[in-house]
């Protein structure tokens, strides 16, 4: 299994970003997706995820009411839209698959597959 992320990038403070995650195999509809943010220095912190189906979903709550995720099964693609851009939310952002729980969890160490990272600057 293969994650690839993109759309990554430099963006003013109030902008936007679209993320994609890219996931290879023929199970992709049945994991949950999570995207993860890491800064130097800090550890790896939940951003948002959602279940399988789309159904579900859930965010941290710094980035509540401004970031989205959702996922295209036909596409084995993940999304996450980032609205009202702020200059703490610069960090590598990770997408990651879990493919063992029903329920959405927050803990990167539940998630199995990860993909590469892609960096995302916002500037003052």
């Known amino acids: 299994v293969q994650l690839q992320a993109s759309g990554g990038g430099l963006v003013q403070a109030g902008g936007s970003l679209r993320l994609s995650c890219a996931a290879s195999?023929?199970?992709?509809?049945?994991?949950?997706m999570g995207w993860f943010r890491q800064t130097p220095g800090k550890e790896r912190e939940f951003v948002a995820a959602?279940?399988?189906?789309?159904?579900?979903?859930d965010y941290a709550s710094s980035v509540k009411g401004r970031f989205t995720i959702s996922r295209d099964n036909a596409k084995n693609t993940v999304y996450l839209q980032m609205n009202s851009l702020k200059p703490e939310d610069a960090a590598v952002y990770y997408c990651?698959?879990?493919?063992?729980?029903?329920?959405?969890?927050?803990?990167?160490?539940?998630?199995?597959?990860w993909g590469q990272g892609t960096l995302v600057t916002v500037s003052s």
């Open positions: 990651a698959a879990d493919r063992g729980n029903l329920l959405i969890s927050l803990a990167a160490a539940n998630y199995d597959y």
């Open positions: 959602i279940t399988s189906t789309g159904g579900k979903s």
């Open positions: 195999g023929r199970t992709f509809s049945r994991w949950n």
